[in-house]
Structure formats: structure tokens, C-alpha cells
């Protein structure tokens, strides 16, 4: 009995390389919106977003040209969490993936901090 030992290598090239990808970590106030861009380089991209892994089921997504955008309006408290884009070249099906951080605060942590920062002030 003989036995060959078969090896097969496919080069399935590199990975795309992002061009705009989501802003690491975004801070955004409550009831404002938030937008993510992301570009690869390549001719044929397609574009996918989630958010903490799942599906998008808030906000609109766009196409313009090879960018794609995410954007979430009216933001609430519940938007917070990890926005990846997914993105392929629909020509070598190789895909890459970039996460930013979104951080959705109340207008009054802002506000306190205006009127800490005045009352500091006059103290001066």
C-alpha cells in the first residue's frame, strides 16, 4: 500500500488596507448624532456594519462613491457600544474589520461641568 501526502497552498492575498476607518473612541451627548466613516482600497468594496457584534437596527447607512457611512440620529443611552465595519474586496473576498467605541452621555453631566468649571473660575 503507498500513501501520498498532498499539500495545496492558495495565496489569498492581503488583507484591504482602511483608508477611513471608525474614530477609536467617540463621545456624543445625548438627542445629537454620530457618524462613522469607513474606506478601503480597492475597486470593488462591500461594506457591512454591526454593532457590539450584531446586526445595525438603529441608524442609516450610506454609499458615497467607495465610502461608506453609518449614521445614528438622536442618540439615547442604549446607542453605546462597538461599531465595526466589515469591509471586502469583493474581487479576492478578502475582508478586515475596524471597531470604534461610541459613548453616548447626558446633556446635564455637561452642564455641571460648565457651571464647576464658572464656579472655579470666580474663585480665582
Known sequence: ?????VT???????VPTFLKEPTSKTTAIKG??????????????????LKDGGNITK???????????LQ???LAF??????????????????????G???VKGMLLILKLFRDCNTFRSAM
Not at 1 to 5: E, G, I, L, P
Not at 32 to 49: E, K, L, N, R
Not at 78 to 99: F, H, P
Request: charge should be negative; hydrophobic fraction near 30%; glycine fraction near 8%.
Open 32 to 49: 445629537s448624532t454620530a457618524t462613522y466613516d469607513c474606506q478601503i482600497d480597492v475597486s470593488q468594496p462591500s461594506y457591512h456594519w
Open 78 to 99: 442604549s446607542d453605546s457600544g462597538n461599531y465595526s465595519c466589515v469591509a471586502t474586496d469583493i474581487q479576492s473576498s478578502q475582508s478586515g474589520e475596524r471597531t
Open 72 to 74: 445614528i440620529d438622536n
Open 1 to 5: 500500500m503507498q500513501c501520498k501526502v
Open 101 to 103: 467605541v461610541l459613548v
Open 59 to 69: 441608524g442609516s447607512i450610506s454609499l458615497s462613491g467607495s465610502v461608506s457611512s
Open 8 to 14: 495545496c497552498t492558495t495565496f489569498l492575498g492581503a
